[in-house]
C-alpha cells in the first residue's frame, strides 16, 4: 500500500460530497460536502484547497456506472469533473473508480444508524465519497495496484 492521503469525491449534480484518508490509507473519514458549480470553477478550487491542506497522493473520483456496467449521463457528468480537476491540479493524480450503488448503501447506512431521510441530504454525499474511497482503499490494500483509472492531466491528453 503506497503511503499519503487520498481524498474520495462523490460527484453529483447539486453537490460534491468530499471524503479523505489517513496517511496510511486505512480509513477513510468524511470531510465536506461542496456545492456544484457547473459553469465556474469554485468547486474544483475548495477541492485543489483541501489537497494542498493535506498534502495528498491522488484524487478518487467516483464512476456511476449502471449495474450492466455501461455508462451513463451521470458517467459522462463525473469524467467530465475528473478532468477538471485533473486540468486544475496536475501535479496531483485523478482515478476513476467504479461506484455503483455507493449512493444506495450511503443511503442504508444513514438508516442503520437511526437517521431520517430527510434530515441527511446534507451528509449523503460525504458518506458516499467515505464509501467509495472506501473501496479504493480497501482495494488497492487487497491487490497492491492503485485503483481504477487515471485521468490524463491536460498535458497528456
Do not use: W, Y
Not at 491540479?89 to 461506484?99: A, G, I, N, Q, S
Not at 430527510?118 to 480497501?138: C, P, W
Request: contains cysteine.
Amino acid at each position: 500500500m503506497r503511503p499519503g492521503v487520498r481524498l474520495g469525491i462523490d460527484v453529483g449534480k447539486v453537490r460534491v460530497g468530499v471524503a479523505t484518508s489517513d496517511l496510511h490509507g486505512m480509513l477513510a473519514t468524511p470531510v465536506e460536502t461542496i456545492q456544484r458549480q457547473v459553469d465556474g470553477t469554485g468547486d474544483v478550487d475548495r477541492i485543489g484547497n483541501l489537497c494542498a491542506e493535506r498534502d495528498v497522493l491522488e484524487i478518487v473520483v467516483g464512476l456511476p456506472l449502471a449495474l450492466a456496467g455501461h455508462h451513463t449521463a451521470s458517467t459522462a457528468d463525473a469524467v467530465a469533473f475528473a478532468e477538471r480537476i485533473a486540468a486544475s491540479l496536475p501535479t496531483v493524480p485523478v482515478r476513476l473508480v467504479d461506484e455503483r450503488l455507493s449512493t444506495v448503501s450511503a443511503h442504508s447506512a444513514l438508516r442503520s444508524a437511526g437517521k431520517k431521510q430527510k434530515g441527511t441530504r446534507t451528509i449523503i454525499d460525504q458518506v458516499a465519497a467515505v464509501i467509495i474511497l472506501q473501496h479504493a482503499l480497501d482495494a488497492e490494500r487487497s491487490s497492491g495496484i492503485p485503483p481504477g483509472s487515471l485521468v490524463p492531466s491536460s498535458e497528456e491528453r
